[in-house]
């Protein structure tokens, strides 16, 4: 006991030294602050974000070698991506069962070797780090796990947690990771200066009583000091927050979380507007007193199988309101096995290959060092305009505009303050400075007056949904090398400026014509006229060398014609559609081929309106009641193919054979609007996992319905076992692609109409609501019974509802329901998006108890 006594009193003394000579501590209050760091002001609060990467471990590792790729040089390209989009952190779970034996010695291995390069590359363009040294992970995601030496493998996460020697292995472990002299700095990973915080594990999981949960974590913080290490620890405290006081009465001087506001592994791409899922990330405790003394990062977050580019800054205003100071994406893809994300399947980054969500990431990072901690923001929808930023759903839009600072993700009309003031601009498409049909993204940069850099990467296309199940051979995104025309606007460098290449290989020869010039891939110099300069490519600015470059190479091999048909028309509307073509050659013509019986000569091109996208109108006097199809015909060097199947040849010819064709099923007005089929729909449905719930076909030939056998109507939080239970079931399902053949229609049908049956003993109450555009939810309840088939709750009835967060996020503490209606506001029926049932909403306490045995056959408009 007197040991333990003065190693607590050592302990003691040593984090309190640290804040006066440490290059970061935690203050009295809680916030991470600079010490005695070079380039930094003393005292100021840290700020850092940045994403997780893992190329030196595990899967990716292993498919760098796969594919004969040097890991160091993918490692060094990433890196210089990451500091394109301003990321100044980076986090990354150590796979300890890969450079530990059972006993928690440090193999210093291949693996450990490519750490050590990753934070020299990090430490060289200014970016700071946080690592956690254990992750209680086997090797192997998604591959299965590969016999590896660790400790980890040997014990498991749970035992790892509780067994004696696995414990005295995890502080032999921690002892010699921090003590580790990294190979490329000469520095101990204990003393490195871009080391700013250490994470003990990655989501341990507790069980046991609170005491046994506070003595664990505070002999790893013994031995990660004994090694004289004066950096900030802390432990994750986001996982069965039961023992919330555990974590607080321990010796950690901060908190960890997480967010996956959508889910994990949804297997397709989510759509439907998800701001509310993002509206505040609320913590349970956040009032105890010994947490307001701990410092708060975030390891991981995403957005998991979205593949917007809105939303990320949405989530770094959350978490800056939480009190959030670091913040890391999961997980940034490697350049080299991006095109298939095949690593985490459920998330997707890119610079390259996935640009618009990668500028979202980099306007995230700008929240994080611009909007004040624990700034209270305003709630949904009012929290999409705030500090300078702007975020739009509708047009899948996030942006930042400043005097000297233009940031977006997508076509934007911003009014710029003070152009001739503007110093940095990222982004993609159109705005007030720069018009671009390229779909890669571009930075430009004011290095000197008169004097700019432009950086522009390759297009990027999703030829498929990039998270459904990958593999390396299927190539979800293909990038494409080709010469676009740009405009620049920019007062600074007037209508008569030069432009030069500055990275290797690059031989463009363009001219500028007053402020446009046709520009491919690639790293420039651009130069008022009469400015002189005496940059060279060689020249350095801020934590880049000017003639640095690296992308993907082409890879389209083939032409691929993206296009959705409409499910349904309306007899007699015109129907206009759209198609993105992505050829090898610049297709010299593009026709649309109606091949119904009396319409097989009915030719109609398809014109170019920007970029890849083409658009054709069918005329409103050719959609008429019946089957419309028809198919795209694309001529390259004189050669057709004709799509969807892509086969050689042109409808008109006399020998066309293929028989392949979209399809819209034209109707008249009056006919109802499909929102919901069991039949086709259930697989798009977000819900929890039901066990047994499955789809139950009926006579009618091709139609079924999903069965919901609820045995237990509470939702449980498996990790805060004194949680309340909430009693709801619900679904959401995006209707927007359903609906958009009819849009017009829409607001003519006066009633909203579920057909399915209840086999209970009573009528059981099922919610049913629309969810519009904006994520306004209006609602009304039908009692299912066993023989009507048909409950119809009129349209103009219909009342604000909460908005059920769906799928569920994780942390699973955030909240179930969220309120995004005002009482105040009516229902548009045109602007409606997706559908919400529920089951649980006007239920008594009785039938909440009950098992509910409910089927969905359709949920229609009439």
Not at 411 to 438: F, H
Not at 490 to 512: C, E, K, S, Y
Not at 804 to 810: A, I, T
Request: glycine share 6%; charged share 20%.
């Amino acid at each position: 006991m007197k040991k333990l006594f003065v190693g607590l009193l050592l302990l003691v003394g040593t984090v309190a030294n640290a804040q006066k000579t440490a290059d970061v501590y935690v203050d009295k209050a809680g916030v991470l602050r600079w010490g005695k760091t070079p380039g930094q002001r003393p005292g100021a609060e840290v700020q850092g974000f940045g994403t997780n990467y893992t190329v030196p471990f595990a899967y990716a590792y292993r498919t760098a070698k796969k594919l004969g790729v040097s890991p160091e040089k993918a490692i060094a390209d990433d890196v210089y991506h990451f500091s394109r989009l301003g990321f100044d952190s980076y986090r990354v779970h150590v796979w300890d069962t890969e450079i530990s034996d059972t006993l928690g010695n440090l193999l210093d291995n291949d693996h450990l070797r490519l750490l050590d390069f990753t934070l020299k590359q990090l430490k060289d363009r200014g970016i700071r780090f946080v690592l956690t040294p254990i992750a209680y992970w086997g090797n192997g995601w998604p591959e299965p796990d590969e016999k590896t030496p660790g400790f980890s493998a040997k014990y498991g996460k749970a035992a790892c947690l509780t067994n004696p020697d696995a414990i005295r292995a995890q502080e032999n472990y921690l002892y010699q990771f921090l003590n580790h002299v990294n190979r490329y700095t000469g520095i101990a990973y204990r003393d490195e200066p871009n080391l700013t915080v250490l994470e003990v594990s990655n989501e341990p999981h507790h069980g046991g009583t609170p005491a046994q949960v506070t003595t664990f974590i505070d002999r790893m913080v013994t031995a990660m000091r004994r090694t004289g290490c004066q950096k900030p620890i802390f432990y994750n405290i986001s996982h069965s927050i039961h023992l919330a006081d555990a974590y607080i009465n321990s010796t950690i001087q901060g908190g960890t979380f997480q967010w996956y506001p959508t889910g994990l592994e949804s297997r397709h791409a989510l759509t439907g507007n998800l701001l509310p899922n993002v509206d505040r990330y609320t913590i349970p405790f956040a009032d105890k007193p010994g947490f307001k003394k701990m410092a708060k990062i975030v390891y991981e977050f995403d957005a998991a199988d979205v593949g917007s580019s809105y939303i990320y800054p949405a989530m770094a205003r959350s978490f800056r309101e939480a009190g959030m100071q670091l913040a890391h994406q999961f997980a940034y893809d490697p350049t080299y096995m991006a095109a298939s994300n095949t690593e985490y399947a459920t998330h997707f980054m890119n610079l390259a290959y996935a640009p618009q969500k990668a500028l979202s990431l980099k306007l995230a990072s700008a929240v994080f060092h611009r909007v004040p901690l624990y700034q209270s923001g305003k709630r949904f929808p009012a929290d999409t305009l705030f500090n300078d930023f702007r975020i739009s759903y509708v047009r899948n839009l996030a942006e930042l505009v400043t005097d000297t600072q233009f940031i977006y993700t997508n076509d934007t009309d911003a009014k710029l303050p003070a152009p001739d003031k503007l110093t940095e601009i990222a982004g993609y498409g159109r705005s007030a400075v720069v018009q671009y049909d390229g779909t890669g993204a571009y930075f430009l940069d004011r290095i000197e007056p008169g004097v700019w850099r432009l950086e522009l990467m390759p297009d990027a296309v999703w030829v498929r949904d990039v998270f459904e199940r990958n593999n390396l051979s299927k190539e979800n995104v293909v990038i494409n090398w080709r010469t676009w025309p740009m405009t620049i606007n920019l007062p600074d460098l007037g209508t008569d400026f030069t432009i030069r290449p500055l990275n290797d290989g690059n031989a463009f020869t363009g001219q500028v014509s007053g402020m446009t010039v046709p520009v491919s891939p690639g790293s420039y110099l651009l130069v008022r006229k009469g400015a002189t300069t005496q940059l060279s490519g060689n020249s350095r600015w801020k934590n880049l060398t000017l003639n640095e470059f690296t992308a993907p190479a082409t890879s389209v091999a083939q032409t691929y014609v993206l296009h959705q048909p409409f499910p349904t028309a309306t007899t007699g509307q015109p129907l206009s559609l759209t198609a993105t073509i992505v050829s090898v050659n610049e297709p010299e013509a593009v026709n649309l081929f109606l091949t119904g019986v009396d319409q097989q000569r009915q030719t109609i091109p398809l014109q170019r309106s920007r970029g890849y996208t083409y658009t054709a109108q069918i005329p409103a006097s050719l959609v008429r009641e019946g089957i419309l199809r028809y198919t795209i015909a694309v001529t390259e060097k004189g050669n057709t193919r004709t799509y969807p199947s892509g086969v050689a040849g042109s409808p008109d010819s006399w020998d066309f054979y293929d028989t392949a064709a979209w399809s819209v099923r034209v109707m008249p007005k009056q006919t109802p609007i499909s929102l919901f089929n069991a039949a086709t729909d259930t697989d798009r449905l977000s819900r929890d996992y039901l066990p047994e719930s499955r789809l139950l076909p009926l006579s009618e030939t091709g139609d079924a319905e999903l069965w919901l056998p609820i045995t237990n109507l509470a939702t449980t939080d498996p990790e805060d076992k004194n949680a309340k239970p909430i009693y709801d079931y619900s679904m959401r399902y995006y209707v927007a692609a359903n609906v958009a053949g009819r849009r017009r229609d829409v607001s003519s049908f006066p009633n909203l109409v579920l057909y399915g049956r209840s086999l209970d003993n009573q009528p059981c109450p099922v919610q049913v609501a629309l969810i519009t555009r904006s994520g306004t939810v209006y609602g009304g309840t039908v009692l299912v019974d066993a023989t009507t088939g048909r409950f119809a709750v009129p349209v103009n009835q219909l009342k604000p509802v909460p908005f059920v967060s769906l799928p569920r996020p994780y942390p699973s503490f955030l909240p179930y329901f969220i309120n995004t209606t005002s009482p105040a506001t009516r229902l548009d029926p045109a602007t409606i998006e997706s559908i919400q049932l529920s089951v649980g909403p006007g239920m008594t306490p009785a039938q909440a108890n009950q098992k509910h045995d409910l089927r969905i056959r359709r949920v229609t408009l009439e």
